[in-house]
Protein backbone atom coordinates (compact mmCIF):
# COMPACT_ATOMS: atom_id res chain seq x y z
CA UNK A 1 0.00 0.00 0.00
CA UNK A 2 1.65 3.29 -1.47
CA UNK A 3 2.64 5.74 1.73
CA UNK A 4 0.79 9.01 1.92
CA UNK A 5 2.97 11.74 2.91
CA UNK A 6 2.80 15.33 3.18
CA UNK A 7 3.51 17.52 0.09
CA UNK A 8 4.20 21.35 0.02
CA UNK A 9 3.50 23.24 -2.81
CA UNK A 10 5.46 26.30 -3.99
CA UNK A 11 3.14 28.96 -6.58
CA UNK A 12 -0.06 27.86 -7.02
CA UNK A 13 -0.88 29.14 -10.52
CA UNK A 14 -1.41 26.78 -13.84
CA UNK A 15 0.99 24.12 -12.66
CA UNK A 16 0.86 24.91 -8.65
CA UNK A 17 -3.16 23.91 -9.24
CA UNK A 18 -2.56 20.89 -11.31
CA UNK A 19 0.32 19.29 -9.33
CA UNK A 20 -1.77 20.55 -5.94
CA UNK A 21 -4.68 18.35 -7.72
CA UNK A 22 -2.39 14.69 -8.64
CA UNK A 23 -1.21 14.79 -4.82
CA UNK A 24 -4.55 15.17 -4.02
CA UNK A 25 -6.31 13.04 -5.94
CA UNK A 26 -3.40 10.45 -4.93
CA UNK A 27 -4.49 10.96 -1.33
CA UNK A 28 -1.62 12.65 -0.10
CA UNK A 29 -2.25 16.06 1.87
CA UNK A 30 -0.87 19.22 -0.07
CA UNK A 31 -0.25 22.79 1.24
CA UNK A 32 0.19 25.18 -1.09
CA UNK A 33 0.86 28.97 -1.00
CA UNK A 34 1.50 31.58 -3.37
CA UNK A 35 2.87 35.19 -2.95
CA UNK A 36 -0.06 37.12 -4.79
CA UNK A 37 -3.50 36.14 -2.42
CA UNK A 38 -5.93 36.52 -5.78
CA UNK A 39 -3.86 33.53 -6.80
CA UNK A 40 -3.67 31.74 -3.75
CA UNK A 41 -7.09 32.60 -2.96
CA UNK A 42 -8.61 31.16 -5.69
CA UNK A 43 -6.68 28.02 -6.71
CA UNK A 44 -9.10 25.68 -4.41
CA UNK A 45 -12.21 26.85 -6.97
CA UNK A 46 -9.74 25.90 -10.01
CA UNK A 47 -8.89 22.38 -8.67
CA UNK A 48 -12.46 21.97 -8.18
CA UNK A 49 -13.37 23.28 -11.71
CA UNK A 50 -10.86 20.91 -13.10
CA UNK A 51 -12.06 18.38 -11.49
CA UNK A 52 -15.17 18.36 -12.71
CA UNK A 53 -13.91 18.69 -15.95
CA UNK A 54 -12.06 15.18 -15.33
CA UNK A 55 -14.77 13.91 -13.82
CA UNK A 56 -12.88 13.31 -10.55
CA UNK A 57 -13.52 13.01 -7.15
CA UNK A 58 -14.22 16.38 -5.83
CA UNK A 59 -13.33 15.16 -2.21
CA UNK A 60 -9.82 15.05 -2.86
CA UNK A 61 -10.12 19.33 -1.90
CA UNK A 62 -10.57 18.00 1.64
CA UNK A 63 -6.89 17.20 1.17
CA UNK A 64 -5.94 20.90 0.10
CA UNK A 65 -4.80 23.67 2.31
CA UNK A 66 -3.74 26.89 1.25
CA UNK A 67 -1.42 28.73 3.40
CA UNK A 68 -0.31 32.21 3.39
CA UNK A 69 3.48 32.11 4.02
CA UNK A 70 6.26 29.50 2.18
CA UNK A 71 7.84 29.17 6.22
CA UNK A 72 3.89 27.74 7.48
CA UNK A 73 3.46 26.28 3.63
CA UNK A 74 6.64 23.78 4.04
CA UNK A 75 7.20 23.43 8.14
CA UNK A 76 6.19 19.34 8.22
CA UNK A 77 6.56 18.87 4.46
CA UNK A 78 8.20 15.78 3.43
CA UNK A 79 7.98 16.54 -0.23
CA UNK A 80 8.33 20.11 -1.68
CA UNK A 81 7.52 21.12 -5.30
CA UNK A 82 8.74 24.74 -6.60
CA UNK A 83 6.62 25.97 -9.33
CA UNK A 84 7.48 30.06 -9.87
CA UNK A 85 8.52 31.91 -12.00
CA UNK A 86 10.74 30.78 -14.58
CA UNK A 87 13.71 32.75 -13.27
CA UNK A 88 16.84 32.05 -11.81
CA UNK A 89 17.57 34.75 -9.25
CA UNK A 90 13.62 33.92 -7.90
CA UNK A 91 14.10 30.23 -7.36
CA UNK A 92 17.26 30.41 -5.67
CA UNK A 93 15.65 33.00 -3.33
CA UNK A 94 12.96 30.55 -2.82
CA UNK A 95 15.37 27.32 -2.34
CA UNK A 96 17.17 29.37 0.35
CA UNK A 97 14.18 29.73 2.02
CA UNK A 98 13.41 26.18 1.46
CA UNK A 99 16.58 24.88 3.39
CA UNK A 100 16.00 26.83 6.24
CA UNK A 101 12.53 26.06 6.87
CA UNK A 102 11.76 22.74 5.22
CA UNK A 103 12.19 19.77 7.54
CA UNK A 104 16.17 18.27 6.91
CA UNK A 105 14.97 15.33 5.27
CA UNK A 106 12.28 16.81 3.13
CA UNK A 107 13.20 16.79 -0.43
CA UNK A 108 13.20 19.61 -2.45
CA UNK A 109 12.53 19.98 -6.11
CA UNK A 110 12.16 22.33 -8.68
CA UNK A 111 9.40 22.56 -11.66
CA UNK A 112 11.57 24.21 -13.89
CA UNK A 113 11.38 23.50 -17.57
CA UNK A 114 14.82 24.14 -19.25
CA UNK A 115 17.19 25.86 -15.78
CA UNK A 116 19.73 23.34 -14.75
CA UNK A 117 18.81 22.10 -10.91
CA UNK A 118 22.78 22.90 -9.89
CA UNK A 119 22.30 26.23 -10.80
CA UNK A 120 19.23 26.71 -8.62
CA UNK A 121 20.81 25.26 -6.06
CA UNK A 122 24.10 26.38 -6.22
CA UNK A 123 24.62 28.71 -2.56
CA UNK A 124 22.44 25.38 -0.65
CA UNK A 125 24.20 23.43 1.67
CA UNK A 126 22.23 20.58 1.66
CA UNK A 127 22.49 19.95 -1.98
CA UNK A 128 21.87 16.01 -1.68
CA UNK A 129 18.69 16.58 -1.58
CA UNK A 130 18.03 18.85 -4.24
CA UNK A 131 16.22 17.88 -7.66
CA UNK A 132 14.19 18.48 -10.60
CA UNK A 133 10.91 17.35 -11.20
CA UNK A 134 9.54 18.69 -14.49
CA UNK A 135 6.24 17.86 -14.97
CA UNK A 136 4.54 18.93 -18.25
CA UNK A 137 1.52 20.74 -18.80
CA UNK A 138 -1.45 20.03 -17.84
CA UNK A 139 -0.03 17.68 -15.31
CA UNK A 140 -2.97 15.59 -14.43
CA UNK A 141 -3.13 14.76 -17.82
CA UNK A 142 0.44 14.02 -18.91
CA UNK A 143 1.79 11.37 -17.29
CA UNK A 144 6.03 12.23 -18.24
CA UNK A 145 7.77 13.57 -15.25
CA UNK A 146 11.38 13.97 -15.61
CA UNK A 147 13.44 13.72 -12.52
CA UNK A 148 16.76 15.76 -12.52
CA UNK A 149 19.97 14.51 -10.94
CA UNK A 150 22.34 17.23 -10.50
CA UNK A 151 25.76 17.26 -9.75
CA UNK A 152 25.44 16.30 -5.77
CA UNK A 153 21.87 15.19 -5.70
CA UNK A 154 22.10 11.69 -3.51
CA UNK A 155 20.84 8.41 -5.79
CA UNK A 156 18.07 8.13 -2.57
CA UNK A 157 16.55 11.29 -3.24
CA UNK A 158 15.90 10.22 -7.06
CA UNK A 159 14.75 7.09 -6.03
CA UNK A 160 12.43 8.34 -3.37
CA UNK A 161 10.97 10.73 -6.01
CA UNK A 162 10.52 7.84 -8.86
CA UNK A 163 9.06 5.63 -6.02
CA UNK A 164 6.17 8.75 -5.05
CA UNK A 165 5.48 9.28 -9.01
CA UNK A 166 4.78 5.61 -10.15
CA UNK A 167 2.50 5.18 -7.02
CA UNK A 168 0.62 7.67 -8.33
CA UNK A 169 0.40 6.71 -11.65
CA UNK A 170 2.89 8.83 -13.55
CA UNK A 171 5.92 7.80 -15.91
CA UNK A 172 8.80 9.37 -14.49
CA UNK A 173 12.17 9.24 -16.47
CA UNK A 174 15.26 9.68 -14.59
CA UNK A 175 17.78 12.29 -16.57
CA UNK A 176 20.96 11.51 -15.46
CA UNK A 177 22.90 14.32 -16.51
CA UNK A 178 22.09 17.79 -15.32
CA UNK A 179 21.85 19.86 -18.55
CA UNK A 180 19.84 22.80 -19.89
CA UNK A 181 16.18 21.88 -20.83
CA UNK A 182 16.96 18.14 -19.88
CA UNK A 183 15.52 16.11 -22.38
CA UNK A 184 11.56 16.43 -23.38
CA UNK A 185 12.27 20.21 -23.63
CA UNK A 186 15.53 19.70 -25.99
CA UNK A 187 13.71 17.79 -28.36
CA UNK A 188 10.59 19.83 -28.49
CA UNK A 189 12.26 22.78 -29.43
CA UNK A 190 15.01 21.48 -31.26
CA UNK A 191 11.53 20.98 -33.80
CA UNK A 192 10.44 24.77 -33.15
CA UNK A 193 13.60 26.13 -34.20
CA UNK A 194 13.31 23.88 -37.72
CA UNK A 195 10.12 25.00 -37.87
CA UNK A 196 10.47 28.91 -37.19
CA UNK A 197 13.55 28.48 -39.95
CA UNK A 198 11.22 27.22 -42.32
CA UNK A 199 8.50 29.93 -41.90
CA UNK A 200 11.32 32.40 -42.29
CA UNK A 201 12.94 31.07 -45.40
CA UNK A 202 9.90 31.19 -46.74
CA UNK A 203 9.49 27.44 -47.53
CA UNK A 204 5.84 27.55 -46.20
CA UNK A 205 3.93 29.02 -43.71
CA UNK A 206 2.65 28.42 -40.20
CA UNK A 207 -0.33 26.66 -41.04
CA UNK A 208 1.40 24.09 -43.30
CA UNK A 209 3.82 23.72 -40.42
CA UNK A 210 1.17 22.40 -38.01
CA UNK A 211 -0.62 20.42 -40.75
CA UNK A 212 2.09 18.28 -41.81
CA UNK A 213 3.20 17.23 -38.13
CA UNK A 214 -0.38 17.05 -36.82
CA UNK A 215 -1.30 14.63 -39.88
CA UNK A 216 1.88 12.84 -40.43
CA UNK A 217 4.93 11.34 -38.19
CA UNK A 218 2.93 13.73 -35.39
CA UNK A 219 -0.21 10.96 -35.44
CA UNK A 220 2.50 7.84 -34.58
CA UNK A 221 4.93 9.62 -31.52
CA UNK A 222 2.43 8.44 -28.84
CA UNK A 223 3.06 5.21 -29.62
CA UNK A 224 5.74 5.35 -31.97
CA UNK A 225 9.07 6.82 -30.18
CA UNK A 226 11.83 8.74 -32.56
CA UNK A 227 14.25 5.95 -31.86
CA UNK A 228 11.59 3.07 -32.16
CA UNK A 229 11.13 4.60 -35.34
CA UNK A 230 15.03 4.75 -36.16
CA UNK A 231 14.96 0.99 -35.76
CA UNK A 232 11.69 -0.08 -37.32
CA UNK A 233 12.72 1.71 -40.72
CA UNK A 234 16.21 0.54 -40.28
CA UNK A 235 19.20 2.62 -39.05
CA UNK A 236 21.07 2.13 -42.66
CA UNK A 237 18.16 4.07 -43.63
CA UNK A 238 18.66 6.60 -41.17
CA UNK A 239 21.72 6.75 -42.10
CA UNK A 240 21.33 7.65 -45.87
CA UNK A 241 18.69 10.15 -45.03
CA UNK A 242 21.13 12.02 -42.40
CA UNK A 243 23.81 12.16 -45.08
CA UNK A 244 21.61 14.47 -47.12
CA UNK A 245 19.73 16.35 -44.94
CA UNK A 246 21.68 17.18 -41.52
CA UNK A 247 23.60 19.83 -43.37
CA UNK A 248 20.78 21.65 -44.58
CA UNK A 249 19.15 22.00 -41.49
CA UNK A 250 19.04 24.83 -39.46
CA UNK A 251 21.93 24.84 -36.91
CA UNK A 252 21.15 28.42 -35.37
CA UNK A 253 22.70 28.85 -31.78
CA UNK A 254 20.86 32.00 -31.19
CA UNK A 255 17.16 32.45 -31.27
CA UNK A 256 15.38 33.48 -34.83
CA UNK A 257 15.79 37.06 -35.31
CA UNK A 258 11.92 35.84 -37.06
CA UNK A 259 11.12 34.77 -33.60
CA UNK A 260 12.75 38.15 -31.71
CA UNK A 261 10.58 40.36 -34.49
CA UNK A 262 7.29 38.41 -33.04
CA UNK A 263 8.16 38.98 -29.78
CA UNK A 264 8.79 43.42 -30.14
CA UNK A 265 6.32 43.66 -32.04
CA UNK A 266 3.95 41.90 -29.39
CA UNK A 267 2.47 39.54 -30.94
CA UNK A 268 2.86 36.84 -28.06
CA UNK A 269 0.50 34.54 -29.52
CA UNK A 270 -2.92 33.69 -26.99
CA UNK A 271 -1.43 36.69 -24.93
CA UNK A 272 -1.79 39.37 -27.60
CA UNK A 273 -4.19 37.25 -29.81
CA UNK A 274 -1.83 37.34 -33.11
CA UNK A 275 1.64 35.17 -32.87
CA UNK A 276 2.65 33.01 -35.68
CA UNK A 277 -1.36 32.74 -36.38
CA UNK A 278 -3.72 35.01 -35.37
CA UNK A 279 -6.67 33.80 -32.62
CA UNK A 280 -9.54 34.95 -31.28
CA UNK A 281 -11.14 33.84 -28.30
CA UNK A 282 -12.83 31.36 -29.68
CA UNK A 283 -10.28 30.14 -31.43
CA UNK A 284 -8.41 29.72 -28.58
CA UNK A 285 -11.04 28.09 -26.22
CA UNK A 286 -11.86 25.58 -29.02
CA UNK A 287 -7.94 24.58 -29.45
CA UNK A 288 -7.64 24.45 -25.21
CA UNK A 289 -10.90 22.17 -25.36
CA UNK A 290 -9.42 20.21 -28.36
CA UNK A 291 -6.39 19.44 -26.23
CA UNK A 292 -7.79 18.20 -23.65
CA UNK A 293 -9.94 16.08 -25.59
CA UNK A 294 -7.13 14.21 -26.67
CA UNK A 295 -5.06 13.54 -24.00
CA UNK A 296 -8.06 12.08 -22.59
CA UNK A 297 -9.02 10.08 -25.08
CA UNK A 298 -5.67 8.81 -25.58
CA UNK A 299 -5.15 8.30 -21.88
CA UNK A 300 -8.42 6.01 -21.85
CA UNK A 301 -7.06 4.55 -25.39
CA UNK A 302 -3.38 3.33 -23.81
CA UNK A 303 -4.61 2.58 -20.24
CA UNK A 304 -2.78 5.21 -18.38
Given at each position: MAVKQKIAIIGAGLMGHGLALVFASGGHRVSITDPFPKVLDTVKTRIASTLRSLG????????????????STVADAEIVIEAVLERLPVKQAVFAELERHAPPEALLTSNTSVIPIGQIAAKLQSKHRVLGTHWWNPPYLVPLVEVIQAEETSLDSITRMIVLLKQLGKVPVHVKKDIPGFVGNRLQHALWREAIALVANGVCDAETIDLVVKNSFGRRLAVLGPLENADLVGTDLVLDIHEHILADLDRSQSPS??????????????????????WTEEKKTALRAKVAGHLKMLNQLLDI
Open positions: GDEAALDLVQTVPGLRPYLRALVQDGKLGFKSNSGFKD
